[in-house]
């Protein structure tokens, strides 16, 4: 299978590399040579310098936000409020705090017209937390807006945590102590990764909501 994985892309580059056409004519047959080497290493390149820029930059599926001088908060469910002074509608205020998230590189889902969040943040593969948000009219265009937050754990995450706990319980009852201690450590590790990821999409609500609760509009 690695054989194969490796000389499917290598033979494609190659015949890209053979027919391609180019704008200018080679001197000689030795610089045909080597523009087509050259055609087909690009080839082969430009998927790994393309998976290598995304894994660095924040590969969608496992990226997360990496928020530096905050510490991460209790995944708890948090309500915020905002004072406003000038009048904006609601699909500006979600808006605006989905351009601010997405400023630290986290991703955001937006909730559809019967979901019960507007917001969702994800924090990794396991773990997110769900935004609410509602507007208070105080006239002469004041608005206390709040924002309810609240973690959410994926159903793969939690599946997996209790499959590990279930055979690390079924291993203490046919009194393989080894095994029961090496599958606990295992379910231990995917509910660490989902508190994890819950407090890191938690740390990006905080970040952004938090100074404007403290001033306050």
Same mark, same amino acid.
């Given at each position: ?55 660095? !930059? ?7 936000? $990496?928020?530096?001088?905050? +510490? ?17 509608? +609601? ?28 917001? $969702? ?13 509602? @507007? ?25 945590? !209790?499959?590990?706990?279930?055979? +690390? ?35 990006? @609500? ?6 404007? $609760?403290?001033?306050?509009?």
């Amino acid at each position: 299978l690695l054989f194969a994985a490796m000389i499917v892309p290598f033979v494609h580059a190659v015949f890209c590399g053979i027919r391609a056409q180019f704008t200018t004519t080679p001197e000689s047959g030795r610089e045909l040579i080597k523009m087509r080497a050259l055609t087909a290493y690009l080839h082969m390149a430009q998927p790994l310098v393309r998976l290598w820029g995304r894994i660095r !930059l924040g590969l969608t599926p496992w990226r997360r936000c $990496e928020v530096t001088g905050v +510490s991460a908060p209790w995944p708890w469910p948090k309500t915020f409020s905002l004072w406003g002074e000038t009048w904006r509608s +609601s699909i500006d205020w979600l808006e605006s705090l989905e351009a601010s998230i997405k400023a630290l590189r986290t991703v955001v889902l937006r909730g559809g017209d019967y979901d019960r969040w507007d917001l $969702e943040l994800r924090g990794g593969l396991l773990g997110s937390v769900r935004v609410l948000m509602a @507007v208070e009219e105080h006239g002469g265009g004041k608005q206390l807006v709040r924002f309810r937050t609240w973690p959410k754990c994926t159903a793969a995450g939690i599946i997996l945590a !209790l499959l590990f706990a279930g055979l +690390s319980a079924a291993a203490a009852v046919g009194q393989a102590w080894i095994a029961c201690a090496a599958l606990n450590v295992v379910a231990f590790l995917f509910m660490m990764r989902i508190f994890k990821e819950c407090a890191a999409a938690m740390t990006a @609500v905080t970040t952004v909501l938090r100074p404007l $609760e403290m001033k306050k509009g």
